[in-house]
């Protein structure tokens, strides 16, 4: 079976989702950001402060090009993945993509409860209006390349809402 792609912005579900649906479809869990921690011996942010953005970006699309098909995986990607180099493409001719779509309202709820440190492109100093308006010009520009995903659902669904659809989508 096809390699599964969670795609969406940071703190639509993607880790969360993708540990339930491997664990259901007996498939292993790959978290992307995590794969990355371990190679470059950094935390993201730390990547993103002592090497910079643009070097980030070259190490997440050599993380997501080495992703061999048909692996049986369920591959929670970064927010930014698809709309960088060729990713999006890479992603969807080795699997099934997910968008998790979540609306900027939402995403800054679970932002704030979350560890906002672990996140470079958030700052924990900016105001929840600012950082609404961030949230929202980001999902704005990620949108078209979030849209390509073969399935495109809500970012509330859960597990079993998304079996289905699996289910449904490979009988056609």
Not at 44 to 50: A, H, V
């Given at each position: ?12 579900g993607k ?11 007996d498939f292993?869990?790959?978290?992307m ?6 190679q470059e011996?950094?935390t ?7 090497k910079g953005?643009?070097?980030f ?7 997501l ?5 048909e692996?049986?995986?369920v591959?929670a ?9 060729d ?11 997910i ?10 709820k ?41 399935i495109?659902?809500?970012?509330n ?16």
């Open positions: 079976m096809k390699n599964i792609f969670l795609i969406g912005m940071p703190s639509s880790s969360t989702l993708g540990r339930h649906l491997a664990k259901r479809l292993q869990f790959v978290d950001d995590e794969l990355i921690e371990k011996l950094m993201i942010p730390e990547i993103f402060k002592y953005e643009d070097y970006r070259q190490v997440e699309s050599k993380v090009k080495a992703i061999q098909a692996q049986k995986l591959i990607t970064g927010g930014g993945v698809p709309c960088f180099f990713n999006m493409d890479f992603i969807k001719a080795n699997g099934t993509s968008f998790l779509n979540v609306q900027p309202e939402d995403l800054l679970r932002i704030q409860k979350s560890d906002v440190n672990h996140r470079p492109l958030i700052n924990r100093n900016t105001t929840e209006d600012t950082l609404l308006k961030s949230l929202q010009e980001r999902c704005a520009a990620r949108l078209p390349y979030y849209q390509r995903a073969d495109q659902i809500d970012g669904i859960d597990v079993d809402q998304l079996l289905w659809i699996l289910d449904e989508m490979t009988q056609k």
